[in-house]
């Protein structure tokens, strides 16, 4: 399910998106498995709720500090390991408004320009790395 509320604020309020793309925070601590599946199971039958309310979309055991062994979205302290972060040129949009952040498919297609254009700036990042 692609998350499309940034779009339509952004149409709704008339500005443009920013987009900010990093690489290297994966290196910062070591990912045993993903237990997403098991965790949202658990969400379902009400014995593990989403922290504010917000499906994590992902539900990790890793390795890290300060915890060790840890599992879920817990924030950690990273190893040392550079980080690139590149801050890219704004995105306008053609249509703006109200009546655009309600139009689904331009809604879709202004989600595409927007990963689109982050897809790019990520692997350039990288090969720039």
Known sequence: MQRTGFIKLALRERVPIVPVVSWGAHST???LDNCYEQA???HHKGI?????GIDPEVFPIYLGL???LAIGPLPHIPWPHP???RVCAPITFERTGRSAARDRTYV???YEQVAKHMQTALDQLIAST
């Open 29 to 31: 601590f070591v990912v």
């Open 40 to 42: 949202q199971w658990l």
């Open 48 to 52: 593990l709720p989403w922290v504010g």
């Open 66 to 68: 300060p915890w060790g």
């Open 83 to 85: 980080i690139y972060t």
């Open 108 to 110: 879709q297609q202004c």
